[in-house]
């Protein structure tokens, strides 16, 4: 039997994924938002978590942290699905940087999914071909994780002294950070950086 949690801040997408999954057999299956993974980790220590990469919380960024070992503070760590779009290759790179195993195109059929889990259980790779784009792109993305978490949150409007005090950051920091970005995505300024870093696909 493969236990699995499925995270999704989605609650009807949610619902309706975790009521398929759980007609598969050999499948237990739990399920609970971002914001409760961590401490469903915890308590139910999954063999496989499948999240969803799209975080209604964090302007976008998923808490990818909380799903590692240490931060959940689970004993063996679930392998981890993740669901995205090939067009967020930031977020790809974020997932293969917290050890994903699965990678599941949005866009493709239940199915897949259903073979990530059941691959990933194994421990075993499994990545949709039409995510291949995505992580050639995330390859050549310039910008680091702390700056993308920098950028994604002055993206979504926080200014300098917000930015400092949700990454636990100087403002002096956050303003090397800022024109660091700005110089690696050869932007004018910060809203250009975001421009340019939104149609690349990395925010």
Request: glycine letters at 10%; charged letters at 25%; proline letters at 5%.
């Amino acid at each position: 039997m493969i236990r699995l949690l499925l995270v999704h801040d989605a609650c009807l997408v949610r619902a309706v994924l975790a009521e398929w999954l759980g007609r598969e057999p050999g499948l237990d299956v739990d399920d609970t938002p971002w914001r409760s993974a961590a401490a469903r980790i915890r308590s139910s220590s999954p063999d496989v978590c499948a999240a969803d990469l799209d975080c209604a919380d964090g302007h976008g960024i998923p808490p990818l942290g909380d799903l590692s070992p240490a931060r959940a503070g689970a004993g063996r760590p679930p392998a981890l699905v993740v669901m995205a779009h090939a067009n967020r290759p930031g977020l790809l790179k974020r997932a293969a940087e917290a050890g994903a195993l699965g990678f599941v195109d949005k866009a493709g059929s239940p199915d897949r999914l259903l073979r990530a889990i059941r691959s990933v259980a194994a421990r075993e790779r499994f990545v949709d071909a039409s995510l291949g784009f995505g992580f050639l792109q995330a390859a050549q993305m310039p910008l680091t994780r702390r700056e993308l978490s920098v950028l994604s949150l002055a993206a979504g409007g926080a200014s300098i002294a917000e930015i400092a005090g949700s990454l636990h950051l100087s403002h002096g920091t956050v303003r090397n950070y800022m024109a660091s970005i700005t110089r690696k995505t050869g932007a004018r300024n910060r809203i250009d950086a975001i421009r340019i870093s939104r149609g690349e696909g990395w925010l």
